[in-house]
């Protein structure tokens, strides 16, 4: 490494630090406070903020920092910020030596350290997984910069933080997958519980609804302090820190009043990003489980008027109601971080959720394969998000879903893809490996042996049932008549299925032998 060297920051370096950034981003780099030397002198001195250089020749050529207020004063737990090389400096092992630096001068003064790596391009992703940290998630859609960009989030756990965890989280199906893969990650059995029974809190109305001001505060104090027990959200920020270190952080409360009287029914904290129209839902505080969903509702109205295309909030693994509900307004499991919150004398295991109003647009993308197998359960999760209304509305004349409830039904449309077919196109040939039943949603599919026409599929029938529960290869091909969608439900996610809910799996096994023998009566009718 030569003459390189890492030290804290001091104020006469804030110049080259600047000059970093601005030749790293650009002069016209959407956060601005990078490039404010203002910012980056209030962040040297900062005690919330450990800012270092990289020293060649007494010229800083690289910086990192990392960041204390993530989370509450007493969850031990910060973020590994922006770590940036001069271009000119890159390909010495600058930002390894500034990645292992930060970690050193952290270890002994937090449990959990926790990395947002930018994903066009792979460099701090590597980085990462050099110095030990593993992926905890993937935020779809997270910054604003010339267009949209994700974020890979990674962590390292220090000293006591895995041994004080507890254990045995409840959770939502729809993040099992993610929970097991993180757990796995940081060295942990997957404990979690799956809860298919928990309902989410809800739906009322009539409460009106303000800011928050400091003449209410004292009366949501008394809210949040008798019911502590059981937290359910997270973030960065907590009503008891006062009214005006809330306001200098630009933290927003929504209050709902009860309607008959002057009393506070709850309220829902959040910081709002102006730059990347994204809001982080940090705390929310309810006299009664009434006002929750509510609280929701009117957030959710609040970010539309705002332009918000990007809502973030962490929930408490062990709060499957709450993760129930937020499933229910559109949000989805994005991260699963072990032991990330500490709580009265033990760390929580915290879900991130993430909503996104805008279309599923990534753009270019590199991640490393650690990052890839998380991005690729997350991003599962947000495709079926807009093919769920598609399947949803053909329900009733799908006959694999005949005498499911409203409920069972959704849950196997979740489990589904759409496929799209053009006519002439062969689905599956003869002799083809079979790993999934098919549904049409509009169109007709010929079913052909030896190249002689036995049947056709139309809408809402089942096709390919038999290879797929067999495990055998298929004994026709299937070629679409027009243009067409079908609703894909694959083989092993049918086993998944049935093992998480048999009482769905009865249904749809008696469903595909009612539909196996209306196709043989009719075969022996041609």
Same mark, same amino acid.
């Given at each position: ?5 890492v030290?804290e ?20 780099y ?7 030397e ?31 207020d ?18 000119d400096?890159?390909?010495?092992g600058?930002?390894?030596l500034l ?12 449990h959990?350290?926790?990395a ?11 980085? +990462? ?11 779809p ?29 409840r959770?939502?199906?729809?993040a ?25 809190y ?12 400091d ?7 008394r809210?949040?302090?008798?019911r ?7 973030g960065?920020?907590r ?7 809330l ?18 029914a ?9 730059? +990347?129209?994204?809001v ?17 509702? +009117? ?33 989805l ?13 033990? /760390? ?23 990052s890839?197998?998380?991005a ?16 949803a ?8 879903? /005949? ?7 959704? /849950? ?29 949603l ?14 056709t ?8 049932e038999v ?12 070629t ?20 998480l ?8 096994y ?17």
């Open positions: 490494m030569g003459d390189v060297i030290r920051a001091v104020e006469a370096d804030v110049p080259a630090i600047r000059a970093i950034f601005e030749a790293q981003y650009g002069p016209d959407p956060y601005r406070s990078f490039l404010d203002g910012w980056l002198k209030r962040s040297v001195y900062a005690d919330d903020i450990i800012m270092l250089v990289a020293v060649d020749d007494e010229k800083p050529v690289g910086t990192a920092s990392f960041v204390f993530l989370g509450a004063h007493s969850d031990l737990l910060g973020e590994l910020g922006r770590l940036v090389v001069h271009p400096a890159r390909g010495r600058i930002g390894s990645m292992q630096a930060r970690i050193d001068y952290v270890r002994n003064r937090v959990v350290g926790i947002q790596n930018r994903c066009v391009h792979p460099y701090s992703q590597r980085v +990462s997984c050099a110095h030990g940290l593993v992926p905890f998630g993937f935020l859609m997270k910054y604003q910069f010339e267009g949209r960009e994700s974020a890979s989030i990674w962590g390292l756990h220090f000293g006591p933080a895995l041994t004080l965890r507890r254990n045995h989280p959770i939502i199906p729809e099992a997958a993610l929970a097991a893969a993180c757990l796995g990650n940081a060295g942990l059995p997957p404990d979690a519980i799956v809860d298919e029974d928990s309902p989410p809800p739906q009322n109305g009539g409460f009106p609804v303000e800011e928050l001001t003449l209410g505060l004292p009366a949501l104090l809210i949040e302090r008798g502590v027990r059981n937290r359910e959200i997270f960065p920020m009503l008891h820190y006062g009214f005006f270190q306001r200098a952080k630009h933290a927003t409360y929504l209050v709902a009043r009860e309607p008959d009287s002057e009393g506070v709850g309220a829902v904290g959040f910081l709002h990003d102006e730059t +990347s129209l994204g982080h839902v940090f705390e929310l505080i309810a006299s009664t489980d009434r006002v929750i969903r509510f609280l929701w509702s +009117s957030l959710l109205e609040r970010c539309e008027a705002l332009g918000v295309q990007y809502i973030e909030v962490d929930v408490s693994a062990y709060a499957p109601r709450m993760q129930r509900t937020l499933l229910e307004l559109g949000f499991p994005a991260g699963y971080v072990p032991a990330m919150v500490f709580h009265h004398v033990e /760390r929580l295991d915290v879900l991130k959720m993430v909503r996104l109003s805008c279309g599923l647009d990534l753009g270019p993308i590199e991640l490393v394969p650690e890839q197998r998380i690729d359960i997350v991003l599962r999760l947000f495709v079926k998000q807009h093919v769920v209304p598609r399947i509305a053909a329900i009733a004349d799908i006959d694999l879903f /005949r005498g499911l409830s409203d409920e069972q039904a959704k /849950r196997v449309a979740g489990v589904c893809s759409v496929q799209s077919v053009t006519a002439g196109e062969v689905l599956f040939a003869e002799g083809d490996a079979a790993d999934a039943i098919f549904v049409p509009d169109g007709d599919l010929a079913v052909s042996i030896d190249g002689v026409e036995v049947g599929v139309g809408p809402g029938e089942v096709l390919g290879a797929a529960l067999t495990g055998d290869a298929h004994s026709a091909t299937a679409a008549r027009a243009d067409g969608t079908l609703a894909v439900l694959t083989r092993a996610d049918l086993k998944e299925l049935e093992r809910r048999p009482d769905v799996g009865v249904v749809l008696r469903n595909l032998a009612t539909g196996l023998g209306a196709k043989l009566r009719r075969a022996d009718r041609r």
